[in-house]
Every structure is written in C-alpha cells, then in structure tokens.
C-alpha cells in the first residue's frame, strides 16, 4: 500500500481552493438573488393549481406562487405561521369560525396551529404568493389528494 504525504504548503493550497469554492458558489447564488423578480411573469410560467412553485429562500423561508380554483382541504400547522398574498383574483380563507375575505393586493396571516382552508368562489382562479418557512408541509396536519410534498424552482 501506498501512502501519500502532503506537506503543510499542499494542505493549505487545498484548503484555499476549497473555500474559494464555497465563495464563488455563494456569491452565484447572491447574484441570483438579487436580480428582481417579477411575480406576473413568474405566474404565467405553470398552470398546475394548488401545487406551489417556489421563486426564492431567504435564511429559512420561502416564497412561493400557487394558483388556486375551488375550496383546498381543512389543515393547520403546528409549528409555522403562513403569509399569503392576493396577487390576482379573490381569496376566501376559511376560518373554523369565520371567513376572511382578501382582496388583490392584501395580504392575510395564518398564525401557526390555527385551521384553515383557502377557497376562491364563482370558478375564478386565483393567484397567491405564500411567504413561510422552508419546514411548512402543504397540508399541514393532514395528507390529501392535493398534498403536495416537491415544489418546484422557478
Ligand atoms: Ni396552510
């Protein structure tokens, strides 16, 4: 067997390559990042409804884009509050006790444990952009027929 020795100047030169790397694949991604993105054009990009799409990460979170025909399934998550916004269209969440309805350009918080069920009315398809972290399950507690579990980049 043969065994190779590196010397110290070898290590190092190796090390540095290595965090050279790691700086350039983070400053792609920084690039990335930090063009702008426009949500219309983003939307316009898939049609599945009710299967997020995912547009960027920040530290944990994420911001996706759905769009949403008809009523979703009954959930909540134990451990995540959930941002959506209205970007096109008319969302009705359902609450256990009431609805919110909102409107193109506001936005309605879903604080973490409490049940929800995001529904449109009159067959409108309607496009959300979803702020939460990177842990939040699409259905939450439940696992249904729309659950979805891979979001894909756009
Ligand atoms: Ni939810």
Partial sequence: MRYIFFTKKQKRMALLSLTQIFVTLKAVNRFKTMKPINI???HALFSKQ???HRIA?????QVLLAKLQGE???HSHDDEDELFQVIKGTLYMQFRDRTEIIKEGEIIVV?????HNPTTKNNEE???LLFEKLTTAHTGNVIDDKTQTDYPEL
Avoid: A, R
């Fill in 40 to 42: 219309k054009e983003k």
């Fill in 50 to 52: 009710w299967h997020p």
């Fill in 57 to 61: 990460t920040l530290d944990n979170m």
């Fill in 72 to 74: 979703f399934v009954w």
């Fill in 111 to 115: 604080p973490k444990g409490v049940e």
């Fill in 126 to 128: 309607v496009h959300v």
